[in-house]
T-cell receptor, first 120, second 116 residues
Framework: AQTVTQSQPEMSVQEAETVTLSCTYD???????LFWYKQPPSRQMILVIR??????QNATENRFSVNFQKAAKSFSLKISDSQLGDAAMYFC?????????????????FGQGTRLTINP | KAGVTQTPRYLIKTRGQQVTLSCSPI?????VSWYQQTPGQGLQFLFE???????NKGNFPGRFSGRQFSNSRSEMNVSTLELGDSALYLC???????????????FGPGTRLLVL
């Protein structure tokens, strides 16, 4: 079974600074998908960024980028120019592509989350 | 386009009772997944439905069940509630039209269940 580990329960950063959240995973599969989700306090979970394992290029979405190291099974999230609205729980998630052979299979395996605080 | 909606948003039940939670996916989405979120166990996958069929099931006891209707709306039921069932129950929907795709899963606001 796949597992996802986020070793930083809490992180804090000064507004406008850069912060990196860590995520490692364990899998025997070669093809899969990785995601970072954001859950603001008392608000809905939203997708921040995603990475397909077969792509060597790291994904980027505006101020958010990832450092995907497939051999090391590492998938860190970098947030540049941190803003107050970035304060939230961040979850790293894994999705097997093997399940993709079954139409509709969307199961996500989540890490324990990292609570990010932005200091003004 | 309306997002994923879940009803009710809050529920208080007592041990031994049963509860039904509802999830309406985004219009056109055919896949619905359910997750349980607790401070101790984090986010755990319950089950997933596609075209009214359960495609995948997590490691939860048989007290947890679900179904999906022809309009893609989904319900989950927990029978004989236990204190440990207190959690935020999240529903997520996606298009999931073809295999191998990475459609975004859109999450609802959740139903917070408290078992006394």
């Amino acid at each position: 079974a796949q597992t996802v580990t986020q070793s930083q329960p809490e992180m804090s950063v000064q507004e406008a600074e850069t912060v990196t959240l860590s995520c490692t995973y364990d899998t025997s599969e070669s093809d899969y998908y990785l995601f970072w989700y954001k859950q603001p306090p008392s608000r809905q979970m939203i997708l921040v960024i995603r990475q397909e394992a077969y792509k060597q290029q790291n994904a980027t979405e505006n101020r958010f980028s990832v450092n995907f190291q497939k051999a090391a099974k590492s998938f860190s999230l970098k947030i540049s120019d941190s803003q107050l609205g970035d304060a939230a729980m961040y979850f790293c998630a894994y999705r097997s592509s093997g399940f993709s052979k079954i139409q509709g299979a969307q199961k996500l395996v989540f890490g324990q989350g990292t609570r990010l605080t932005i200091n003004p | 386009k309306a997002g994923v909606t879940q009803t009710p948003r809050y529920l208080i039940k007592t041990r031994g009772q049963q509860v039904t939670l509802s999830c309406s996916p985004i219009s056109g989405h055919r896949s619905v997944s359910w997750y349980q979120q607790t401070p101790g166990q984090g986010l755990q996958f319950l089950f997933e439905y596609f075209s009214e069929t359960q495609r995948n099931k997590g490691n939860f006891p048989g007290r947890f069940s679900g179904r999906q209707f022809s309009n893609s709306r989904s319900e989950m039921n927990v029978s004989t509630l236990e204190l440990g069932d207190s959690a935020l129950y999240l529903c997520a929907s996606s298009l999931a039209w073809t295999s191998g795709t990475t459609e975004t899963q859109y999450f609802g606001p959740g139903t917070r269940l408290l078992v006394l």
